[in-house]
């Protein structure tokens, strides 16, 4: 099936080419007379094109929707689908890695917490640096605010949460970690082995950070790598827009809706589809 666009070359080449009247040509390509006549009333914007390229090229790895959130920021009133447009004729699509997709059983909402330090998710992560030496990352995230807290101090600067989510690996199932648990009145709830989609919370952050931070940067060494995560941890807690939290940043949506959840703001978190935060190296 032609679309308008088409239909709108075949009738310009009838036109032009042929000396056809534009009611014939219209009535040939099968379009409407009206819709061959509206010439589009779009308001202009200086400077708007280049800003969306300068963001998109400063966040590669962030969609129109995020773009969008970050101009509306800026004080730009303009609608997403303007921004869309744009973003696709400059050629900004981000490429998705896809990874393989293997049948499931039936998906259910994971349940949100209703208050901070109710229940954080944890993780290591795995990455290299430029020498070939391996490092870990330990990722956090507050599972109501997807903030991602720094590990030092915890107690002093924040406090501790209820209750932690966390896998079955050798470090998360040690005696040293279940000790300090026992002290200070953690409950440490272990998903099933082989089940990553129970911590759904650290595994969308995980993405986030592998997609953004260690996929889009070279680590000289330790302190380097240390110095560039805590970089992007505080971007990512007070300028990046968070979409299961209405595009407000973790800080901004937990010092306004404390007491809210999360899914009290977007559709997808009422339906369990939140995308989530957490990290410390």
């Avoid at 959130?69 to 696709?88: P, Q, S």
């Avoid at 870990?136 to 109501?144: G, M, P, Q, T």
């Avoid at 302190?223 to 300028?239: K, L």
Wanted: charge should be positive; glycine fraction near 6%; hydrophobic fraction near 35%.
């Amino acid at each position: 099936m032609v679309k308008p666009a088409g239909k709108r070359a075949v009738v310009s080449h009838l036109v032009q080419g042929h000396k056809f009247s534009q009611r014939r040509a219209c009535r040939l390509a099968e379009l409407n007379l009206s819709t061959w006549q509206y010439a589009p009333r779009r308001q202009q914007r200086p400077g708007l094109r280049e800003r969306i390229k300068e963001l998109a090229a400063l966040r590669r790895r962030f969609g129109y929707r995020r773009l969008h959130a970050l101009l509306h920021r800026e004080g730009w009133r303009i609608n997403h689908k303007a921004v869309h447009r744009i973003y696709v004729e400059e050629g900004l699509q981000v490429r998705k890695r896809k990874r393989k997709r293997v049948s499931r059983a039936e998906r259910q909402p994971m349940v949100v917490p209703w208050a901070p330090n109710e229940r954080w998710s944890m993780d290591f992560q795995h990455d290299l640096l430029a020498t070939g030496q391996r490092f870990r990352s330990l990722n956090i995230v507050d599972d109501f605010s997807r903030e991602c807290p720094v590990i030092d101090r915890l107690a002093e600067t924040r406090g501790l949460p209820l209750e932690i989510v966390l896998d079955n690996g050798p470090e998360m199932i040690s005696k040293a970690l279940d000790e300090w648990a026992y002290r200070n009145g953690v409950r440490l709830n272990f998903i099933e082995p082989g089940k990553p989609t129970q911590n759904a919370f650290i595994e969308s952050f995980n993405g986030r950070f592998r997609d953004e931070c260690l996929n889009e940067n070279w680590f000289l060494d330790l302190g380097d790598a240390r110095e560039i995560i805590e970089a992007w941890r505080i971007d990512y807690n007070t300028s990046r827009p968070h979409s299961a939290l209405g595009y407000a940043t973790p800080e901004e949506f937990a010092s306004s809706l404390q007491g809210h959840a999360p899914g009290e703001m977007t559709t997808s978190a009422r339906h369990g589809q939140n995308q989530q935060p957490g990290l410390s190296c």
